[in-house]
């Protein structure tokens, strides 16, 4: 009888453990992403594994990239301090479900915006950071000067569970032409496949042929032809059903941007306050109460633009001075002729 | 009525906490799936997959449905297990035996060899063959013809495909031998068991084996021709071969890891196999006059093989599970084409990963209730 009592009491205590943890999952319904991220005084963040220009750690696992800068912006605006961000590297395969499973809070991965992935499994898309197009990377002495030169046959290397997969088939397929796609999950393996000749061509979005060119053994052997196949815009995500974080990721995003466009930089922030244009004040929280519709203070804006910078900034620093891709092209301001368009902030 | 509580209870108690369980996980996975707004359900794997596979046992492309993705993701699994399978197979038996060799060099080699692949890590092995052996292979242009007629590259191996006339009759035939190889052995057994007279069942059966085959050839109509792979120009650096059969270079070396790795384990159950068989039962053979073969066929392996097949089941259910390490290496087996790619193209996280899951365990049971016939087929029957 002892025995039965014993094995009893084991059951119990198993039971307890279980439904400890299903009535926290059950409170997790309601959107409480801010509060946590206070109460644990980091915003989790997930970024690539190495990709130069978006999210690449250095030597001493110090992490830099436009797609690190926006976590560093939500950080800046909830937590007051810029550098207090846990990056969690992540494969294009595990993104998703680490975002969805509340591994991490913000999704700031160089991933596509596309109607499936925002609707269907359960993640929002707060906005574009980067506006992208796949293209494709070819040794320099094959002489293929363009897509149209591709013969039946071409051997093309890219990464697993990305956008990438299904352009390169529309691409092929409405040409009539036969390839043989080589997928592999990691971005450094696809690099190391290209570069021993097991393809004839490596293809993803050009901004990552432009960084990955970087990891080859002779990068100047290369060349990224001039077609883009495909609309990429990359932008951070979050999980839906939150909607203050999601908002507050989206600002920190459009902050950064209108910072740009009102010339409001990290260096000229503080004395922006006394400026005479109203939108520039309410960019820097001296004027208007733009914060507490998120719940947080007037200087959340003021922080971003202070810690981080604004996106030019940003851009300078991470991708035209590391000389991944100097011209902006199409992700300049659209005063200025590119498509950079946020809704204002007042 | 004390004793019946104390029997009972516990069983019930443990068949009420299994099923809470995964009542449990179930109604957890679904509230949170609710929550973070995403749907349940099999509809998508009859939409379009819209991607594309590397290579395909089956007519495949991307306006095909995520069912028969999923299909070819489990031929391309069952392709390089089967093929492991057969040369772990023949590999382990090989280096079992020569373990017991009484010649120090060939016992010692076998040792090291077990020793050697068995205590590296498998997918360290499939790097290795993938990263750094093929890939010092040549580029297509550059390679030599192995056999005159294949050629080893970066980008696969590339053998002669076969291009058959009238196949069906020489099936046919092949089907024909077969048989008669059956009704022969049978034959010639009675005719052992009931009057003691022996004929040479082996010679015959390549005999018939060859000839009917042949005929099919020389009076059937059957032709059968060779193409063979040719270079062609992709622009002016890079080549590839036409014609022909190109097996992918990541196939290769999953082939080779895997097998190579599992051979160890298999010869290690050979060896305990027949070192099983106790000494005495060979010496009473040799001594009612049978020949050295005849004690290892009559003898030594029925009894060997009762010991070798249990174990050696459970390296074949390894394999197959191992083959999974494929996507690291861009094979596109089940897991890199089915629970990789559809997978992220979907999100249908928690569907995908149960059919992977059934799928690897339907295959495992399969091959589980294979060696099991075959291991109760020779297993003693007392009479």
């Not at chain 1, 800068?69 to 810029?82: F, H, N, S």
């Not at chain 2, 059934?358 to 029957?381: D, G, P, Q, R, V």
Request: with cysteine; hydrophobic share 45%; aromatic share 10%.
């Amino acid at each position: 009888m002892f025995k039965l009592v014993k094995q009893l009491t084991s059951l119990v205590a198993m039971f307890a453990v279980l439904f400890a943890f299903s009535t926290e999952t059950m409170a997790a319904k309601k959107s409480k992403t801010l509060e946590n991220t206070k109460k644990r005084g980091f915003v989790r963040c997930g970024v690539s594994q190495g990709l130069p220009g978006f999210s690449n750690a250095d030597e001493s696992g110090n992490w830099t990239g436009i797609d690190v800068d926006v976590c560093r912006a939500v950080a800046a605006a909830t937590l007051g301090d810029a550098t207090k961000v846990k990056f969690t590297p992540l494969s294009a395969k595990e993104r998703f479900t680490a975002l969805t499973s509340g591994e991490i809070d913000i999704l700031s991965r160089n991933t596509t915006w596309t109607l499936s992935r925002d609707a269907d499994i359960g993640l929002t898309f707060v906005g574009v950071n980067f506006y992208d197009g796949q293209g494709f990377m070819v040794r320099k002495g094959s002489g293929i000067k363009s897509t149209s030169e591709f013969k039946n046959g071409t051997s093309v290397c890219t990464n697993l569970g990305t956008t990438t997969e299904l352009n390169m088939r529309d691409f092929f397929d409405s040409r009539g032409i036969s390839y043989e796609p080589v997928v592999f999950e990691k971005a450094d393996e696809v690099v190391a496949a290209y570069d021993a000749g097991r393809c004839d061509t490596y293809t993803t979005d050009k901004s990552g042929l432009a960084a990955q060119r970087t990891k080859l053994s002779a990068p100047d052997d290369h060349v990224v032809l001039p077609e883009t196949i495909s609309k990429e815009p990359l932008g951070p995500v979050v999980r839906q059903g939150d909607s203050v974080w999601e908002d507050i990721v989206r600002w920190s995003l459009n902050t950064m941007i209108e910072a740009e466009e009102y010339g409001v930089n990290s260096s000229n922030a503080d004395m922006m306050k006394t400026s005479n244009n109203p939108a520039i004040k309410r960019l820097v929280g001296a004027e208007g109460e733009l914060g507490a519709a998120f719940g947080l203070d007037n200087d959340w804006n003021l922080r971003i633009i202070k810690q981080v910078g604004n996106y030019g900034e940003s851009y300078k620093r991470n991708i035209a001075d590391t000389g991944i891709l100097p011209d902006r092209g199409p992700n300049e301001l659209w005063t200025k002729g590119g498509i950079l368009y946020v809704p204002p902030a007042r | 009525m004390n004793n019946i509580i104390k029997k009972f209870l516990p069983q019930i108690l443990a068949i009420l906490f299994v099923v809470l369980i995964f009542g449990f996980l179930t109604i957890n996975a679904q509230t949170n799936m609710d929550n973070r707004g995403i749907d349940f359900g099999f509809g998508f794997l009859s939409q379009e997959s819209s991607f594309d596979v590397q290579f395909s046992l089956i007519e495949y492309s991307g306006s095909d449905s995520y069912a028969r993705a999923f299909l070819v993701g489990l031929l391309n699994t069952l392709l390089v297990s089967f093929i492991s399978i057969i040369f772990c197979t023949i590999l382990g038996v090989i280096i079992g035996v020569a373990r017991l060799s009484s010649n120090y060099l060939i016992k010692n080699s076998a040792a090291w060899y077990v020793e050697f692949f068995r205590n590296i890590p498998l997918l360290l092995q499939i790097f290795f063959w993938y990263y750094a052996a093929l890939r010092a292979l040549p580029l297509p242009e550059k390679a030599n013809a192995w056999f005159g007629v294949t050629y080893m590259t970066v980008k696969g191996y590339y053998i002669p495909s076969m291009v058959w006339e009238n196949v069906n009759v020489f099936l046919y035939c092949g089907l024909a031998a077969i048989i008669s190889i059956i009704i022969l052995r049978n034959y010639a057994n009675n005719l052992r068991d009931n009057k003691g007279k022996q004929i040479p069942v082996l010679l015959y059966s390549l005999a018939i084996l060859i000839i009917l085959p042949l005929l099919s050839f020389l009076i059937g109509g059957v032709s059968l021709e060779f193409e063979l792979p040719q270079l062609k120009k992709l622009s002016k650096i890079s080549y590839i071969y036409e014609g022909g059969i190109s097996l992918p270079p990541e196939l290769i070396a999953l082939v080779l890891a895997l097998s190579l790795y599992t051979s160890t384990f298999v010869a290690e159950c050979v060896r305990a196999g027949i070192e099983g068989v106790s000494k005495g039962q060979k010496e009473a053979a040799a001594s009612v006059g049978l020949t050295p073969n005849q004690v290892l066929k009559l003898v030594i392996m029925p009894q060997a093989l009762r010991i070798i097949i249990p174990p050696t089941t459970n390296q074949y259910l390894n394999l197959t599970k191992n083959s999974s390490l494929a996507a690291a290496i861009a094979y596109p087996d089940l897991v890199l084409v089915f629970a990789g790619t559809a997978l992220m193209q979907t999100g249908k996280a928690i569907e995908i990963v149960s059919i992977t899951m059934l799928t690897y365990l339907t295959i495992s049971l399969t091959i589980a209730a294979i060696m099991n016939w075959y291991n109760k087929k020779i297993e003693i029957k007392e009479k």
